[in-house]
């Protein structure tokens, strides 16, 4: 629709090679770690080893198929799932008249009280488009924010990862996994929706409609991520189906408002071909960067 508009192997971890986006800001070696985490409490690298080449697999395995119909869909639920499972997480589906969502809650180590933080992209797209930007590229941020955590030992809320269904036909998938929750339950909703071009490679996100204190969160991250953001009041995908019902809600993408946004959206030629693999690299960086902001000590 939008209309207007880790299981970082240990060892593999914040070793050599790690924190070099001096270009934007971040120090090298810089950790994203908290100073005052707890011993046993380090975050992973944002810079994981496995990352540049799980989004560009995933994206190229999502976007290898339309997402349209029943069939299609459904078959994409099963590679999301399969995903899911095997950083060691249990994917759920969520049924409701008309479509399925595919989403897995992480639970906080800590037995601490925080409340749920979700993560959503929608997987589906428009008849005839293989969807690369729109959504394989928010699908696979997704994804990849799901196996962070994985390597994130002590976590302090539970994070619920979601791939909605449908949002081209309606936001009939978010709008339906809103009424699965209460806003007074949730932390923050962060939804992610076309995030892998950046055609005049400024490297600059928009941040769609968020609250005062989202924006913050966002921009904290973004610098130590090393990208500009800008802050939009675009609504049109998924965050908006959890601001109706009065969620903390809010979006990223690309620069949609700013002039540089896909011009394949939901044509044929939105294929892994015409992405921009490093710009998703830093959609990845800077979503989870966010999450782990908000989990992790
Ligand atoms: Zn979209």
């Known amino acids: 629709m939008r209309v207007a ?5 240990l060892a593999a971890c914040g070793g050599p090679g790690s924190g070099s986006e001096v270009d934007g800001g971040l120090v090298d070696g810089q950790s994203p770690d908290s100073p005052d985490a707890p011993p046993g409490c380090a975050r992973p690298s944002l810079d994981a080893p496995w990352l540049r080449g799980q989004l560009t697999t995933n994206l190229a395995q999502l976007a290898g198929a339309p997402r349209s119909t029943a069939t299609q869909r459904a078959t994409a639920r099963t590679f999301l799932s399969a995903q899911l499972m095997s950083y060691g997480w249990t994917p759920m589906r969520h049924d409701y008249p008309g479509g399925q969502n ?4 992480i639970p906080a180590t800590m037995g601490g009280t925080g409340k749920e933080i979700i993560v959503g992209a929608h997987f589906d797209t428009v008849a005839g488009s ?3 930007n729109d959504n394989a590229s928010g699908s696979v941020v997704v994804l990849a924010i799901a196996r962070y955590l994985a390597d994130v030992p002590c976590r302090n809320a539970p994070v619920t990862v979601v ?3 449908q949002e081209e036909t309606g936001l009939f998938g978010s709008r339906a996994f809103a009424q699965q929750r209460l806003p007074a339950d949730v932390r923050a909703v962060h939804t992610i929706d076309q995030v892998a071009w950046d055609n005049d ?3 600059r996100f928009e941040l769609e409609a968020p609250s005062a204190a989202l924006e913050a969160e966002w921009r904290a991250a973004a610098q130590v991520v090393g990208v500009p953001v800008t802050k939009t009041t675009t609504q049109g995908t998924d965050h908006e189906a959890f601001r109706d019902r009065g969620f903390s809600a809010m979006g990223l ?3 949609y408002v700013g002039g540089d946004t896909s011009p394949f959206r939901h044509q044929a030629g939105d294929t892994p071909a ?3 693999v490093d710009y998703l690299v830093l959609a990845a960086k800077l979503s989870a960067q966010v999450v782990l902001q908000e989990v992790a000590p």
């Open 5 to 9: 508009l880790a299981l970082c192997a």
């Open 102 to 105: 595919v989403y897995a809650t």
């Open 130 to 132: 293989p969807g690369a």
């Open 163 to 165: 791939l909605f269904d």
């Open 201 to 203: 490679g400024d490297r």
């Open 253 to 255: 993408t690309e620069e």
């Open 274 to 276: 015409t992405v921009n």
